[in-house]
């Protein structure tokens, strides 16, 4: 009668291990609030996209018909090297952004560029371009984009990001979305910026991360998925299956022997 006891404690307390190793899937599931109806709600928020402070780094690119011009604008072009577009010659072909927020360009002289997103920067541009030389097609990147993504993700690692604007599902991606170990309920971000070091925890089951102003990802921010606080009983759950496991087997033959 006591070895049967026995074998019915550990029977449950299998059962309540199994069901606790368990992940909801409530959950897993991203923006579970999201409905059909708020769609029509959620729109770009343009206060929220990066805009462009001193010791940023801007590709600038001037093409016209002349093309005594076009060498003389364009820094790539302007040397018989043939650097490519890898990160470091980018960094030392591109244009730098002054502390006063200025960019220096031939014959144009200074630009004001800080606290513009990149598309406002590129109209500026070419409006001051257009003084000089008409029918000018310009183009203007950010080309010190780079994040860190770190903890829970599939592929931790520094990334270097060519699409200014960036969400913070998209960086994930980039990382091979979350493990089934990482939390997607607090998911840490943190941005440098001038007045100091701001961070957020990031709900992506709930909606309101598509309002937030860390949505978009900027420059230089660090994302870290945190484990699930059960993650280190789930990696065990192996071992301790198969001790549970052996002691009811022994359990039925001490039985079976009696």
């Not at 109209?123 to 770190?150: G, P």
């Not at 493990?179 to 971000?189: A, I, K």
């Not at 070091?197 to 709900?203: I, L």
Request: a neutral charge; one cysteine or more; charged letters at 20%.
């Amino acid at each position: 009668m006591m070895l049967r006891n026995h074998f019915l404690f550990i029977l449950l307390i299998s059962i309540l291990f199994s069901a606790s190793s368990c992940t909801r899937q409530k959950k897993m599931l991203y923006l579970q609030d999201l409905q059909l109806s708020d769609t029509a709600a959620i729109v770009y928020n343009e206060n929220i996209k990066y805009k462009i402070q001193p010791g940023d780094i801007l590709y600038i690119r001037v093409t016209t018909i002349n093309d005594n011009m076009n060498k003389l604008f364009n820094l790539e072009s302007s040397t018989n090297y043939n650097y490519g577009y890898n990160e470091a010659n980018m960094f030392l072909q591109g244009y730098l952004v002054n502390d006063t927020g200025y960019v220096t360009l031939p014959v144009v002289g200074e630009v004001h560029v800080k606290d513009m997103t990149i598309q406002d920067a590129q109209s500026e541009v070419k409006k001051r371009i257009d003084e000089y030389i008409k029918d000018a097609t310009v183009v203007v990147k950010l080309t010190n984009f780079k994040i860190t993504v770190l903890g829970e993700v599939k592929s931790p690692g520094s990334y270097m990001i060519y699409d200014n604007g960036i969400n913070l599902f998209e960086a994930l991606g980039r990382a091979g979305d979350l493990t089934d170990y990482g939390s997607r309920y607090n998911v840490l971000v943190v941005r440098q910026t001038r007045e100091g070091t701001k961070s957020y925890r990031a709900n992506l089951l709930n909606k309101d991360i598509l309002f937030s102003e860390f949505f978009y990802i900027h420059p230089n921010d660090v994302i870290y998925v945190e484990p699930v606080k059960t993650k280190a009983w789930k990696l065990n759950s192996p071992n301790v299956s198969i001790i549970l496991s052996s002691i009811s087997t022994l359990i039925l033959v001490i039985n079976f022997l009696r």
